[in-house]
């Protein structure tokens, strides 16, 4: 992959451009203004100045920009004004100086060359004047060049200017006040040690009229999704900017040179430039603090001063004074709490990986011996993750093995089933090092295995799991464990669906068969009821056999909890009553809240908002599926179960015309990066808002969720909604050839007549394709299976009108269309509703019903700007023109588009007459009638006079009844 040196795009900064161009209204209001820009390095400060230079530019703005040097107090003086003149002086000449030229020498020196060639008489020499007289010259001048334009002037890296250069400004803000000058400073919050000569300085330009700060922090998580985006060329992974995001804490510099460096997941090394960048201040402390932040180093981004003292064993002065030195030099930032911080999590890194072998295990042998001992000098329940992390680092294999155990249990107890999974990942990988790990740990090798499959499931990573649960069949012998077989082989099974991978019916099957000749117990009752669960999508009768024989095991051992997901599984499959089902689910619930089985809890409220979703209760769904979204949260299953909560309620708000609060829900669906098929439902709908939104990000989104359609297996209830896709994705590209082929594969499609809710919207984009390309064989097929398909809820019954009036011909058009409206009406749905508008219009055009096209039209435009729909607007509005109505798309009917004269002209068109002909007809000029014919082709939208002619015909403007108002 080619990755960008430097990301083109400014990010996250709305607030702070919005201050800069305040501060230039003012300035262009005649009121002096300064903004000093902080922000720690490379936090984007010049990136912001550059947008808004180019922004001011072209606001007809001047722009100057100046650079302090790193030289110090005794550094080049006036080094950023020089640079300023400089570029006056290229670009106005010697000219601009009015006659000064000597006095600006010491400025710019080339001027003294100048003002000897230029033969002009002057006054006395003033080079030697006063430094008063010349900041004098130089505020007159920079009035003179604002006078002739705003003029805004940059001067960058302030903390490294000398003092004549602070003086300078300093007479700028506070004395001379130039009238439309802009004047920004930009200044590094890290660099301002105790005693720096800018501090007190920026204290009295703070006290000066007309002066504002503006901070620049680092970017959020979305703003490093952002920057990796455009350095990328697409969309990273969740996972990808989850750890670039922790290791720079969102420092845009950062970000750059981790992307760059290489695989932006978890590049292991930090690139030699930024390493070097990041110690060189780190060099200059004492060597007692440097030792210090070695020991901090081992003990994490934030340590505790008493956790510190007890491994570093140092005199409390002398920690301390290292400590002080640390924090005076923008290392470490100490918290209110009376802990201490890396100001950078990547100058811990740099630092950490600075250790010397023996150094790096002795020190994390200490700080782990530290915390066990006291584990109150760690946060709150962080004590076992830390000892394991820091025996694990010190290399002390036995120590670490028990560690991780401990702290895999503490993390389940906190729902914190990922953390879970890698610290058992951990223990998987200690165990071949450790001797006698089944004796440390108590348990063999294949339950520590189990235990790590269980986690990884639960924590949504399914690939992973489905790894484990091959070695866990490799090593489990089915004979004398067939409950152990059967539990990896339902497992596996339920993987290999969600990775569409296959049905995961041959596994199951085996599963069920171990199964059923295991020894009877509560163990064999609860794999039964999982197995039934996982069977439904497969094959639902052979689901509803085994969820029987699971019930009637169940009762012989007061077991019937177990049964409450498998319940639920056959309550929302196949055919069903969805109000009575609401009540029962409602009961599950209860029964699953009773006994704090949090997992089917949030099954149920998964089902729950998609029954509300489909009976057309869409704020139902949505609060639904909001409060089962919090409690997935609660109880750490957001990637697995809890996944298809934020899809379900992404769907409600859509079908609400709450689009940009889908959008957000798509984002953060996004950012939890699901694993397989629960990944699907999101990208499917998010890909959708875009298309009809036309969204720049829609085709890409679209690709990767029809990637899904080439993996060998997909449940129905998710494949249907991608034909859905294809179609639409083509359709709205006007590429009918791939429309067609995409509609084709849809409609044949097994499943279809077997899932209505799925069904009818892909009938509706392949009854749309078939009318748009006039395809009889594709419209008769979709009028065989719309014929069979059932219809019981609004959303589906408004779909079935709109099939029918897609495919009505003739005078069924108009009845159909009506029809098809008042169902999306019923339905609630507004972009469906907005659709069909305009599709009304269309016929009521051509039936010549004009204030009811009027009507149609406005409406579907009111609609379309209000859900930001601009593919739906555009349309409206075209339509509107090509029919003559004046002012419809923009939210009211008016008279019509054409003048009376062009409607003749048109008319004449329209009977074949040429340009002379038209002239002699209408007894003007040939020249008169080709720029009428020009103005109807331009209003109409077409290309051609034949088009003109034809759309003429089609939409009934040739009538005496659409003769002009």
């Given at each position: 992959m080619t990755v960008r040196a430097a990301s083109s795009v400014l990010v996250g900064r709305h607030r702070e451009t919005a201050a800069l161009r305040h501060a230039l209204g003012r300035a262009r209001a005649g009121e002096p203004t300064t903004v000093l820009v902080g922000g720690e390095a490379g936090v984007g400060k010049t990136r912001l100045l550059e947008e808004f230079a180019g922004w001011a530019t072209d606001g007809a703005a001047r722009v100057l920009v100046g650079q302090c040097l790193e030289l110090g107090e005794a550094g080049l003086p006036f080094a950023p004004f020089a640079a300023a003149l400089r570029a006056v002086l290229r670009a106005d000449g010697p000219e601009v100086f009015a006659g000064y030229e000597a006095e600006f020498a010491p400025l710019l020196p080339e001027l003294g060359r100048t003002s000897v060639a230029l033969a002009a008489p002057r006054a006395a020499a003033l080079s030697d004047a006063p430094r008063g007289y010349l900041f004098d010259l130089v505020a007159e001048l920079f009035q003179r060049l604002a006078d002739a334009r705003p003029l805004v002037l940059i001067i960058e890296d302030l903390h490294w200017a000398d003092r004549s250069t602070r003086d300078l400004i300093g007479f700028l803000v506070r004395a001379a006040r130039p009238g439309r000058l802009l004047?920004?400073?930009?200044?590094?919050?890290?660099?301002?040690?105790?005693?720096?000569?800018?501090?007190?300085?920026?204290?009295?330009?703070?006290?000066?009229?007309?002066?504002?700060?503006?901070?620049?922090?680092?970017?959020?998580?979305?703003?490093?999704?952002?920057?990796?985006?455009?350095?990328?060329?697409?969309?990273?992974?969740?996972?990808?900017?989850?750890?670039?995001?922790?290791?720079?804490?969102?420092?845009?510099?950062?970000?750059?040179?981790?992307?760059?460096?290489?695989?932006?997941?978890?590049?292991?090394?930090?690139?030699?430039?930024?390493?070097?960048l990041l110690l060189a201040r780190v060099d200059r402390l004492p060597e007692p603090a440097q030792r210090v932040l070695r020991i901090a180093a081992a003990g994490g981004t934030r340590f505790a001063h008493d956790l510190l003292a007890e491994v570093a064993a140092l005199p409390e002065a002398e920690l301390e004074d290292a400590l002080r030195a640390a924090v005076a030099a923008q290392l470490v930032v100490a918290n209110p709490d009376g802990d201490y911080e890396f100001r950078h999590a990547l100058v811990r890194e740099a630092v950490?990986?600075?250790?010397?072998?023996?150094?790096?295990?002795?020190?994390?042998?200490?700080?782990?011996?530290?915390?066990?001992?006291?584990?109150?000098?760690?946060?709150?329940?962080?004590?076992?993750?830390?000892?394991?992390?820091?025996?694990?680092?010190?290399?002390?294999?036995?120590?670490?093995?028990?560690?991780?155990?401990?702290?895999?249990?503490?993390?389940?107890?906190?729902?914190?089933?990922?953390?879970?999974?890698?610290?058992?990942?951990?223990?998987?990988?200690?165990?071949?090092?450790?001797?006698?790990?089944?004796?440390?740990?108590?348990?063999?090798?294949?339950?520590?295995?189990?235990q790590t499959l269980d986690a990884a499931v639960t924590a949504g990573d399914f690939s992973r799991a489905i790894t484990l649960t091959r070695a866990g069949l490799a090593e489990v012998d089915a004979d004398a464990a067939p409950l152990r077989a059967a539990r990896l082989l339902d497992q596996r099974g339920r993987l290999m669906a969600l990775l569409g991978k296959s049905d995961g019916s041959r596994e199951?099957?085996?599963?069920?068969?171990?199964?059923?000749?295991?020894?009877?117990?509560?163990?064999?009752?609860?794999?039964?009821?999982?197995?039934?669960?996982?069977?439904?999508?497969?094959?639902?009768?052979?689901?509803?056999?085994?969820?029987?024989?699971?019930?009637?095991?169940?009762?012989?051992?007061?077991?019937?909890?177990?049964?409450?997901?498998?319940?639920?599984?056959?309550?929302?499959?196949?055919?069903?009553?969805?109000?009575?089902?609401?009540?029962?689910?409602?009961?599950?619930?209860?029964?699953?809240?009773?006994?704090?089985?949090?997992?089917?809890?949030v099954l149920a409220?998964?089902?729950?908002?998609?029954?509300?979703?489909?009976?057309?209760?869409?704020?139902?769904?949505?609060?639904?599926?909001?409060?089962?979204?919090?409690e997935a949260r609660r109880v750490g299953i957001s990637r697995s179960t809890g996944a298809y909560l934020l899809s379900n309620r992404a769907e409600a708000l859509i079908a609400l015309g709450r689009w940009d609060e889908a959008e957000a829900v798509c984002a953060e669906a996004a950012r939890i990066d699901l694993s397989g098929v629960t990944g699907l439902h999101w990208l499917q709908l998010g890909a959708g808002l875009r298309l009809a939104r036309a969204h720049p990000g829609a085709d890409e989104l679209v690709d990767r969720a029809l990637t899904f359609l080439n993996r060998p297996y997909l449940w129905p209830n998710h494949r249907l909604p991608l034909h859905e896709l294809a179609i639409e994705a083509a359709l709205a590209a006007d590429d009918k050839v791939e429309a067609v082929r995409a509609a084709r594969v849809a409609v044949t499609d097994e499943s279809l007549p077997q899932l209505p809710r799925e069904g009818w919207p892909v009938l509706s984009a392949a009854a749309r394709t078939a009318a748009r390309v006039g395809d009889r064989e594709l419209a008769a097929a979709v009028a065989t299976l719309a014929a069979d398909l059932p219809a019981r809820h609004p959303a589906a019954r408004a779909h079935a009108a709109q099939v029918g009036a897609l495919l009505a011909v003739g005078d069924q058009a108009l009845p159909a269309w009506r029809a098809a409206v008042d169902a999306w009406r019923a339905d609630g749905q507004p972009y469906p509703l907005g659709r069909a508008l305009l599709a009304l219009a269309e016929v009521t055009a051509a039936a010549g019903e004009r204030d009811e096209t009027a009507a149609a039209v406005t409406e579907a435009t009111e609609i379309g700007r209000r859900l930001g729909a601009a593919p739906l607007v555009e349309a409206a509005t075209t339509l509107a023109r090509r029919v003559g109505l004046r002012g419809a798309a923009g939210g009211g009917a008016g008279a019509d588009l054409l003048t009376a004269r062009e409607r003749e002209v048109l008319r004449l068109v329209a009977e074949g007459h040429s340009n002379s002909r038209i002239a002699e007809r209408l007894f003007i000029s040939p020249k008169t009638a080709s720029v009428h014919v020009s103005r109807i082709i331009a209003k109409l939208g077409v290309s051609n006079r034949v088009e003109a002619a034809a759309l003429a015909h089609r939409l009934g403007l040739l009538t005496e009844a659409a003769a002009p108002r």
């Open positions: 004047l920004v400073c930009t200044y590094r919050t890290d660099e301002l040690q105790r005693g720096h000569p800018l501090r007190p300085f920026l204290a009295e330009l703070d006290r000066a009229r007309g002066v504002e700060r503006v901070e620049l922090g680092r970017l959020d998580r979305d703003g490093t999704a952002a920057i990796l985006a455009d350095l990328l060329g697409a969309e990273p992974l969740a996972r990808a900017v989850d750890d670039v995001h922790d290791r720079t804490q969102g420092n845009p510099f950062f970000i750059e040179e981790l992307a760059v460096a290489g695989d932006p997941i978890g590049c292991a090394a930090l690139p030699e430039t930024l390493r070097d950490h990986d600075e250790l010397l072998p023996g150094e790096h295990a002795r020190l994390h042998a200490r700080f782990a011996a530290a915390i066990e001992a006291q584990p109150h000098l760690v946060a709150a329940g962080r004590a076992p993750a830390e000892i394991a992390h820091h025996w694990y680092a010190a290399h002390d294999h036995p120590r670490a093995l028990v560690a991780a155990r401990a702290a895999a249990c503490a993390a389940a107890d906190r729902y914190a089933y990922a953390e879970q999974r890698r610290l058992l990942e951990r223990a998987l990988e200690l165990w071949e090092l450790v001797p006698d790990a089944a004796d440390l740990l108590g348990m063999d090798h294949l339950a520590l295995l189990e199951l099957d085996e599963a069920y068969r171990l199964a059923a000749g295991g020894p009877p117990g509560v163990e064999r009752v609860r794999l039964l009821a999982d197995i039934a669960t996982h069977l439904v999508k497969i094959d639902p009768k052979k689901a509803a056999r085994v969820g029987a024989e699971a019930a009637t095991n169940a009762e012989a051992f007061g077991e019937n909890v177990s049964l409450l997901s498998t319940r639920i599984a056959l309550l929302c499959h196949g055919e069903r009553d969805l109000t009575g089902g609401l009540a029962e689910l409602g009961q599950v619930a209860a029964a699953a809240r009773a006994s704090g089985d949090a997992s089917t809890l409220m998964v089902f729950e908002s998609d029954m509300l979703c489909e009976l057309g209760r869409y704020a139902e769904s949505a609060q639904a599926a909001e409060a089962g979204a919090t």
